[in-house]
């Protein structure tokens, strides 16, 4: 175990190389490495290269495998004359990858899931969180919805980090979450009923909670990169509330300053969340309670998801059988089928998200 770090001062990546010579030349050559140190002068056995963020140490009389290397490339096709893999002198591969790969969203294979509070399995996540599966099939790779827990409360022990997405958005159900977001002024701290719009890359970080915490984290695709931040500091000197990230602006839903208006269905209302001027149009969210109805039509939609979990209260939802819906219970209905919503309680809330978001 490591008890100094600061003892620390650097790291060399080890790479066994017999043809030490032409190994040397290949990765100053054709791949721009600059010689560091070399030794000992009369008969070279060692030596130290270093290049685009990596540091090597070529050793003579080195075993083990010859190792494999990633080289990010904004055009890897313009690198080797169209070769995607090069191997060294040293037998050590050499893979030419695009540096900033492009978000991949797989092919929706939309199904109706229906993920009750009392059944549900909670996983260990990042920074000690825990997590509640809410689209378990993950509608073919599309979507990821999880509830996420804080039991204890406190400093979190994130990080300052970005995800590569194409929607990301976070609800809090109870509890208080304090975070921080680049360019977004100083941190905040965000209140049950208030949500968030995490656009593409934006930095962040989560700093601490109130005992119990638990949030909705709705994200597309299931499948994304998150990237620590070791350069940037949190909270920037600058401020842009308006500032785009790949199309879209951050947003912070404040609940206590919301007004309620009509939802799509009469005797409904809603609290819209503003989430559709912040993504153009990608996705909705807004919070929905009975203002005078029980029960909404029965109706299709064509939408990519219809997302609902139930806050308070409880009601019977109609879909090929009746399902009764209790606090916690999340539910995904696909396109095309018929459902509704019956016996709505007075003090039935359901967040309800949608992509897009009419």
Known sequence: MITDKSQ???AEVVL???????????????????????????????????????RLRLERAGEGAPGRLRMLCHEPERVAN??????????????????????VVPPLKSEFIISRMGDGVWDAGRAGMLYRDLIPGRLGGRFIASHIRIAEGGPVPDYVHFHKIRF????????????????????????AGDCVLQPPQIRHRVLESSPGLE?????????????AENLLTLPTPRIDPERDF?????????????????WRVAGFECRDTGMSEATRGLAGARVVRPKGAAETPRETHARELQFLFVLDGGATLDYERTHVLSPGDAVTIPAGSPYALRECRDELSLLEVTLPAA
């Open 16 to 54: 066994p190389s017999r043809e030490l010579e032409a190994t040397l030349a290949f990765f100053e050559d054709r791949l721009g490495f600059q010689l560091e140190a070399i030794f000992p002068a009369d008969a070279p056995a060692v030596a130290v290269i270093a290049g685009h963020g990596l």
């Open 168 to 191: 990301q958005m976070i609800f809090c159900r109870t509890g208080w979450v304090r975070l921080v977001y680049e360019d977004q002024g100083p941190p905040f701290v965000m209140q």
């Open 246 to 262: 790949g199309g879209q602006r951050f947003l912070w839903h404040v609940a206590a300053k919301a007004r309620w208006q009509p």
């Open 215 to 227: 949030v909705i984290e709705i994200a597309c695709p299931a499948v994304h990169e998150t990237f």
């Open 8 to 10: 620390i001062t650097g």
């Open 82 to 103: 169209g070769e995607r893999v090069l191997v060294a002198p040293n037998g050590t591969h050499i893979e030419l990858v695009q540096a900033d790969t492009p978000v």
